[in-house]
């Protein structure tokens, strides 16, 4: 992945697994995937891989993205995260639009989105919210007696934006899992 920014771009594998291993953990204590980041280290596709983001030699972050073969139009941001020590810096906005660029030059996509929950004041929200072209509320998976806070983010990668309008995730069941 070429940078826009000058960032360094390093694709994940299994000499570097444990490095990102490291900043998942860190990053989100209740949600290490080590299978999912082990699953992108061997079976790396141009469509479901996991960079290490580096500025010069310095690590600072991490990004990926994956798709759903439910939904072939949309390319989702995967696990992504700038290290606390250089956040409020720029380098969360450098790496998404490096992160958006990579998947228009992929060329197969119409659409970038990004699932994320929500909480009042939450720093990544400020980023898409500036970044992305359209914030919805993911309600189809609420119930009764649980509302879930999930928000779905779209960045048209072709000119022609199109909501997601609550198509399911399956989210739910995923951060279900996690308590």
Request: with cysteine.
């Given at each position: 992945?070429?940078?826009?920014?000058?960032l360094?771009?390093?694709?994940?594998?299994?000499?570097?697994?444990?490095?990102?291993?490291?900043?998942?953990?860190?990053?989100?204590?209740?949600?290490?995937?080590?299978?999912?980041?082990y699953d992108?280290?061997?079976?790396?596709?141009?469509d479901?891989?996991?960079?290490?983001?580096?500025?010069?030699?310095t690590?600072?972050?991490?990004?990926?993205?994956?798709?759903?073969?439910?939904y072939?139009?949309?390319?989702?941001?995967?696990?992504?995260?700038?290290?606390?020590?250089?956040?409020?810096?720029?380098?969360?906005?450098k790496?998404?639009?490096?992160?958006?660029?990579?998947?228009?030059?992929?060329?197969r996509?119409?659409?970038?989105?990004?699932?994320?929950?929500?909480?009042?004041?939450?720093?990544?929200?400020?980023?898409?919210?500036?970044?992305?072209?359209?914030?919805?509320?993911?309600?189809i998976?609420?119930?009764?007696?649980?509302?879930?806070?999930f928000?779905?983010y779209?960045?048209?990668?072709?000119?022609?934006?199109?909501?997601?309008n609550?198509?399911?995730?399956?989210?739910?069941?995923?951060y279900?899992?996690?308590?």
């Open positions: 992945m070429k940078s826009l920014y000058n360094k771009y390093e694709i994940l594998n299994l000499k570097n697994l444990d490095i990102a291993f490291k900043i998942q953990k860190e990053t989100w204590p209740d949600d290490p995937a080590y299978e999912d980041l992108k280290a061997t079976n790396t596709k141009d479901n891989c996991f960079f290490l983001v580096y500025d010069k030699n690590l600072i972050g991490i990004t990926g993205i994956e798709i759903y073969d439910k072939p139009d949309t390319v989702w941001l995967d696990w992504f995260t700038i290290l606390p020590e250089y956040r409020r810096k720029g380098y969360g906005e790496v998404l639009l490096d992160t958006i660029n990579y998947c228009k030059k992929l060329n996509f119409s659409f970038f989105r990004l699932d994320t929950t929500y909480y009042k004041d939450r720093p990544a929200l400020f980023l898409y919210d500036k970044i992305m072209h359209l914030r919805e509320d993911y309600t998976e609420d119930t009764k007696d649980c509302k879930n806070n928000l779905i779209t960045y048209c990668l072709n000119g022609k934006l199109k909501p997601w609550n198509k399911f995730l399956g989210l739910r069941s995923f279900d899992k996690l308590k």
